[in-house]
């Protein structure tokens, strides 16, 4: 009999890690780079992390509230996408967002270098500009678990 560690008892990176290693391994490799890019553009933010059934969240916070979030990564087995969280009120002149909600609009994410785009950048810095809470100008954030995933199956597409 194989046991499972203990979720509670593994580091926050171990437990994120175990989140994306649930993904099927294109999008773990996808996650991870993305994850990098973002981390080094919010050197000071909290990465909060969220394990759901269906997909990952983490998000980029100067507090430990989602709510206060900047941007997020959303990982599900069809893909990433990088959510703004104030996003109806960013500039978008080539319309690049994604999504109807009333609070968040996402960008499809199929590579990091993405990210670098100067459209996505400068959604990206409106964001900061625009965000409820403005981020730490020193330090380094923290990367904490908001909920466990112990038990959950793996976030790959069903085969046909």
Known sequence: MTVKPDSR?????????SFIDKFD??????????RAAIRKRFPT?????YDYSNSI???????????DGIVAI????????????????LPDPKKRLLGS???????RVDAAGQLAHPD???????AIDQARVPLPSKGKGSLIIKS?????????????
């Open 9 to 17: 008892k593994l580091t926050p990176e171990a437990q994120l890690r």
């Open 25 to 34: 391994p294109k999008y773990q490799k996808l996650i991870r780079s993305v």
């Open 45 to 49: 933010a909290n990465e909060l992390a």
């Open 57 to 67: 969240v983490i998000a980029y916070s100067p507090t430990d509230h989602g709510i």
């Open 74 to 89: 959303s990982a599900r087995a069809t893909g990433v996408a990088l959510h703004f969280n104030q996003g109806p009120q």
């Open 101 to 107: 909600g009333k609070q968040t609009r996402f960008v």
């Open 120 to 126: 996505v950048e400068a959604m990206i810095a409106a």
């Open 148 to 160: 466990g995933g112990a038990g959950k199956p793996p976030r790959r597409r069903p085969t046909k």
